[in-house]
């Protein structure tokens, strides 16, 4: 039988929750990319909704699947927005990042009525930060930015892509930062957001109001 794709399933199921006259959210990254495919195939048979992309990566898949897209400025509000997480805690606080698209991610997700987040069950952990929390920093003088997030207890890395600094969409740098593990999400948060240079973190503090996790077997479940 087709071997189970957990992200895939976990995306479908929250498209399910897309009505007609909707604005959509679409986020970034692997497990997006289905819930991006299946709305592109609803919008082929009728869907009527318009939405915003959180990256160039998905704008360009978008428009590739022929779903309608409008600029900031036709915006009235967003009614979903469907995101993968890098973690997912008890409370549905998340990291995000891994994918570099946490800014455009949590504008978009902290303008829109329903976040849905969708991962498959490796991502679910009792205490964030395994995964190094990424930290999106303006390139001037990011080194004392480093050095000033260093001193909250971690080790940032700035992220390389073939052998160059990687820039966001925004032009901007990525610090991975290793916290080992972050013993309270939302503190970190804020101490990281108030060092000058930092333009956001990958931390989203109690914006998730669904939960959907696909599993290896097959299932799919949605938190309660
Ligand atoms: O970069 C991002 O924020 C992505 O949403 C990331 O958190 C999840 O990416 P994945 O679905 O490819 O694992």
């Given at each position: 039988h087709e071997s189970s794709n957990p992200k895939r399933t976990a995306a479908e199921k929250a498209v399910e929750y897309i009505q007609d006259g909707m604005t959509v959210g679409l986020g970034t990254g692997s497990t997006a990319y289905w819930a991006i495919q299946q709305i592109g195939k609803r919008v082929l048979s009728g869907l009527q909704i318009k939405a915003v992309a959180t990256s160039v990566q998905s704008e360009n898949l978008a428009k590739e699947l022929g779903i309608p897209l409008i600029p900031f400025s036709e915006?009235?509000?967003?009614?979903v927005t469907i995101d993968g997480a890098d973690e997912v805690d008890g409370a549905w606080n998340l990291v995000k990042g891994g994918g570099g698209a946490l800014l455009r991610e949590k504008i978009i997700a902290s303008s829109s009525k329903q976040l849905i987040v969708v991962v498959d069950?490796?991502?679910?952990?009792?205490?964030?930060?395994k995964f190094h929390l990424p930290v999106e920093v303006v390139k001037f003088g990011y080194e004392l930015t480093r050095n000033k997030l260093s001193a909250l207890g971690c080790e940032p890395k700035l992220r390389m892509m073939d052998q160059q600094p990687f820039t966001t969409d925004n032009g901007n740098y990525i610090l991975d930062c290793d916290?080992?593990?972050?013993?309270s999400p939302s503190e970190c948060h804020d101490a990281i957001n108030?060092?000058?240079?930092?333009?956001?973190?990958?931390l989203f503090i109690k914006m998730a109001t669904r939960v959907i996790v696909g599993y290896q077997d097959g299932s799919v479940e949605e938190l309660k």
């Open positions: 915006l009235e509000e967003i009614d069950e490796s991502k679910v952990v009792d205490q964030l930060g916290f080992k593990q972050i013993k108030h060092i000058p240079g930092v333009v956001d973190n990958g």
